[in-house]
């Protein structure tokens, strides 16, 4: 299993299959408007910029389940993203990432990589998850951790050449 096998919608409705990122090293967050961390749309969009001609990408996934910090709807989500923070990298429809009613994309993550105490919830808004050019969840990052610090981990798996 991989991360290539679940379909999300993106920020213009549109249902996609992730399948289209197969070889690329991934960068999936959990994003939203109105929070602590929004302002890492700036090095996520950073990262996304450096490395996306190298078969990276940062994929961002809205949620309104921490605080009620996302209250917008898609399109003014995205119009916020790009004219307060510049943001090009793909953006979807909001989901849930924790719960009944969390995204499936969202449950395989978890799963893949549990946070802390072993805990299988996404603890907070601007969770971060890599992903190898295969597909794999290499590592969970917290809220805390900024996008620029995970450059050395995103360049480490540019490196490798896919399995497959």
Same mark, same amino acid.
């Given at each position: 299993m991989s991360v290539y096998k679940f379909k999300?919608?993106?920020?213009?409705g549109e249902e996609i299959s992730l399948k289209q990122y197969e070889r690329t090293v #991934?960068?999936?967050v959990n994003t939203a408007s109105k929070c602590g961390f929004t302002?890492?749309?700036k090095e996520l969009q950073g990262l996304f910029e450096t490395y996306k001609d190298q078969g990276f990408s940062v994929l961002g996934?809205?949620? *309104?389940?921490?605080?009620?910090?996302?209250? /917008?709807k898609e399109a003014d989500i995205k119009t916020f993203?790009?004219? *307060?923070? =510049? +943001?090009?990298?793909?953006?979807?429809? @909001? +989901?849930? %990432? *924790? =719960? +009944?009613?969390?995204?499936? &994309?969202?449950?395989?993550? $978890? !799963?893949?990589?549990? /946070?802390? &105490?072993? #805990? *299988?919830?996404? @603890?907070w808004n601007f969770t971060k998850f890599l992903v190898d $050019?295969? /597909?794999k969840v290499v590592k969970r990052y917290a809220p805390t951790? !900024?996008?620029s610090d995970l450059a @050395?981990?995103?360049?480490? #798996? &540019?490196? @490798? !050449?896919? %399995?497959k």
């Open positions: 999300a919608k993106t920020i213009e #991934l960068l999936i302002p890492q749309y996934f809205p949620c *309104n389940q921490f605080m009620g910090q996302e209250p /917008g993203c790009e004219l *307060n923070y =510049g +943001v090009t990298f793909p953006m979807f429809a @909001k +989901v849930d %990432v *924790n =719960g +009944v009613y969390a995204h499936p &994309l969202f449950v395989y993550l $978890r !799963k893949q990589t549990p /946070g802390v &105490l072993g #805990l *299988n919830t996404v @603890k $050019r295969d /597909g951790t !900024k996008p @050395k981990d995103i360049e480490t #798996l &540019l490196q @490798k !050449k896919p %399995v």
